[in-house]
């Protein structure tokens, strides 16, 4: 569901936060509900301006009761520098913001100070989990695509998410049978393992929206502009793909150091391999 706009990034809100943020409000805890919903703004607002300060652009963002899930428009969000940087960024908010306001409680008379300080606390501890959807996760999931590839090392990372999920979601139910405090838990580890499954998709889906969208317009125009380049086999994929744009075709022409063509690779390719082989990937292994 739409939501609004965030320094000019679409943001969504997911159902079943809304259904809560609703009943919490008609159980008198408004206060506490705007609350927690400041606290992952300013998580995400965090995760923003990290991304539009490394030129990253963010599509939009999905709020979860955990804090937000992203969409990138290209693949320069992957490049684990990048990716680390704008992951760890909204945690390190949430904490300095719990700080903070710990050390200031007593010169404030803001209602609930305690509550704002243990909800950033807790944003930023739990997002710290090493776990996709999670900011720990990307940060994981970052690390080992220089080994496995962007695919595989999200295919394992959103599986620890999912028995994360998982877990969260058994103990939840053994709360509630026990005592009934285990609500919040089964509803944060249903989402988990929900938001865990999509993020294994997103990869792909983003893939193929920036392609499809060329084909949209190959199909409507008859044509599409190529950019052509000259590359050596051992030249990073990621650098040629910096290079990429949504008004043109990406068309890269091998040669070997005796400046012999040994072939051609389109954008396609590229992104597929990069996909695969990670962040140190040649246009050789393409």
Known sequence: MRFGRLIGVKLKIHPLLLVLAVVYFWLGLGLEVLLVLAAVLLHELAHLVAARSLKVTVQEV????????????????????????????GPACSLILAAVFY???????????????????????????????????RVLRAQLSRWLGYRKATAR????????GVALAVWGIYQTYASLTGINFLLAG?????????????????FMRYLVNKKGDLAR????????YVSQPDTLV???????????????????ENHQ??????????????????????????
């Not at 249903?190 to 983003?206: D, M, N, P, T, V």
């Not at 125009?221 to 052509?228: C, K, S, T, V």
């Not at 040994?262 to 990670?278: D, N």
């Not at 140190?280 to 292994?285: F, G, I, K, L, P």
């Open 62 to 89: 999905e709020l979860l009761p955990f804090g937000g899930q992203a969409k990138i428009e290209d693949f320069t969000g992957l490049e684990p520098e990048k990716e680390t940087i704008i992951a760890i960024t």
């Open 103 to 137: 050390f200031l409680a007593p010169y404030l008379s803001m209602a609930k100070t305690e509550l704002f300080v243990t909800v950033n606390l807790l944003l930023g501890t739990f997002n710290l989990l090493p776990v996709l959807p999670l900011d720990g996760g």
């Open 157 to 164: 990372v959103t599986f620890l998410g999912q028995l994360v």
């Open 190 to 206: 249903i989402i988990l393992f929900w938001a865990a499954r999509r993020e294994g998709k997103l990869l792909s889906y983003s």
């Open 221 to 228: 125009n008859g044509h599409l502009p190529a950019q052509q």
């Open 238 to 256: 990621k650098t040629i793909l910096q290079t990429s744009s949504p008004t043109f075709y990406l068309l890269v022409v091998i040669i070997n």
């Open 261 to 286: 063509v040994e072939g051609m690779v389109s954008e396609a390719e590229l992104i597929e391999c990069l996909f695969e082989k990670g962040p140190q990937a040649t246009v050789r292994d393409c």
